[in-house]
């Protein structure tokens, strides 16, 4: 059974009865005992659980995912299945409650058959947790995977899962997605609730890692919209989002820069895949100019810290919450003490001051997109980093922290914004990894942006490429 086959074709080869659920979840439950002792996505799986819920879906159920397995970050609440945002704070919590995007999920007939690793309270890019040790890339097993959504893109791209949610708050779905040759879209803000235990988040959005844009487009449609009680939420879009990624984009105006928010270094394949991609794009017959980054020049390392932080400390205090304990240092990695440290030194005005400088910035931002329909960056602006290279645990690591940003320095920039923003592998490198751009449309504009993405996989396809591993190919 070909489990790299996307997740829409797989839910109707169910609803046809060609394959029936059970058979599919066992596929992927064998899958995942035969690699995960290597590659280490996973945290907890549910095969009794899982199978249970696929004995009880049949064929004709119209349902769009019905009896399609799938994976869940554990950034999410999940009933009855272990709740740790990778660290020891939490202990062995286990949640009576579906976080809303994961009834979600269920809501359209999917299987769950289990969690996946991140960093530490979803901090670093690499998925590296003191707790349950690092993930391997199926790529190249010396590397990282990426992170936050490190554990669901290692599963995706080893075919031990269709596809998997993640979560990405700085970058963290279109990093993994980058490092693993998938596709990886962060939504708008407020596009998906993140209810019913947070509100309003400013930063983060959960989504799927997939290997199609397709799969990403009907994933959407399953996980947007309002849920009672949000305070704020994206509009709702003039057509499914999958229709959007089934129709031609129609003649863009794109512009691409290298120039990135941080001073990093540039990868040259990394540099190359823009100006291929820009090739590419031309050759579509959209227009493609180099433009002026407007981040050049503005440092926001300080602030965005500090506002990234706080849901961080955030994680920690409801860890020893859950769990009846107080915050001490022995409960955390390095870099998550001293960025519950940072947090607890700073005022509420510092906070809502750092937020509004952050409001500010956005609005010079923004305004590029005016002038076009889609921005080009690099994905990355290096080639996946070797395991314990980015170490959260190091005796300085909030050095470890500001050399990331080195690392994955064009994503966060969107999270801030609150942009819609894909990675997707167009291309791979001589090095054979996978090499990806990043592409981000307008405020609320993930369907334009999906139009373009789909033309791209139709132009070039990806989603055909396995990592060379004999183990790994099905």
């Known amino acids: 059974m070909d489990l790299f086959q996307p997740a829409t074709e797989l839910a109707g080869l169910v609803r046809a009865g060609e394959v029936n659920s059970r ?77 809303f995007v994961v009834r979600r999920l269920r809501e359209a007939g999917f299987v769950i058959v289990g969690k996946t690793n991140l960093p530490e309270f979803g901090i670093l890019p690499v998925t590296e947790p003191r707790r349950f040790g690092p993930t391997r890339n199926p790529w190249d097993t010396e590397r990282t995977p990426g992170g936050s959504s490190g554990g669901a893109a290692a599963a995706v791209a080893a075919g031990m899962v269709p596809l ?28 998906i609730s993140r209810g019913p235990d947070q509100g309003d988040d400013l930063l983060v959005q959960d989504g799927v890692l997939t290997h199609t844009v397709a799969d990403t487009a009907a994933l959407l449609d399953v996980l947007a919209g309002y849920e009672p009680g949000d305070s704020t939420w994206a509009p709702t879009p003039a057509e499914p989002f999958a229709a959007a990624a089934a129709r031609e984009p129609g003649r863009l105006r794109i512009g691409w820069t290298t120039t ?67 915050p001490v240092e022995e409960l955390v990695e390095p870099l998550s003490w001293r960025i519950w440290e940072g ?31 889609v921005v080009m960056t690099p994905a990355l602006a290096q080639r996946p980093v070797r395991i314990g290279e980015i170490d959260a645990c190091s005796a300085e690591p909030m050095e470890d922290f500001r050399r990331s940003g080195e690392f994955t320095p064009y994503t966060a920039i969107f999270n801030v914004t609150g942009q819609p ?9 001589e090095d054979g990894l996978p090499l990806g751009v990043q592409l981000a449309g307008r405020p609320a504009g993930e369907g334009k942006l999906l139009s373009l993405a789909a033309q791209l996989e139709l132009a070039r396809p990806w989603s055909g490429r396995r990592p060379e591993a004999r183990e790994l190919q099905q």
Not at 296 to 313: D, K, R
Not at 421 to 429: D, K, R
């Open 23 to 99: 058979e599919l979840t066992e596929a992927v439950l064998d899958r995942i005992e035969a690699l995960d002792g290597e590659l280490n996505a996973f945290v907890h799986v549910d095969a009794e659980g899982a199978l249970a819920t696929a004995d009880a879906i049949g064929a004709g159920d119209d349902r769009p995912f019905a009896g399609v397995p799938i994976a869940v970050k554990d950034t999410a609440a999940v009933a009855g299945m272990p709740y740790t945002l990778g660290s020891d704070a939490f202990g062995d919590f286990v949640p009576a409650h579906d976080a």
């Open 260 to 326: 990135a928010p941080v001073d990093a270094p540039l990868d040259p394949l990394c540099e190359r895949a823009v100006h291929d991609a820009a090739e590419l794009l031309a050759s579509l017959g959209h227009e493609v100019d180099e433009v002026q980054a407007p981040w050049t020049g503005q440092s926001l390392f300080e602030v965005f810290t500090m506002v990234f932080g706080t849901p961080i400390a955030m994680g920690l205090f409801f860890g020893t919450q859950v769990t009846g304990r107080e």
């Open 421 to 429: 923003a894909i990675s997707v592998p167009l291309f791979q490198g």
């Open 343 to 373: 947090v607890r030194q700073r005022s509420a005005l510092d906070y809502l001051l750092a937020r509004t400088q952050l409001g500010a910035f956005t609005r010079g931002v923004v305004a590029l997109w005016n002038d076009y329909d």
């Open 164 to 191: 998997a949610h993640g979560s990405d708050g700085g970058g963290s779905i279109r990093i993994p997605a980058a490092c693993c040759g998938l596709v990886g879209l962060k939504p708008s803000r407020g596009r």
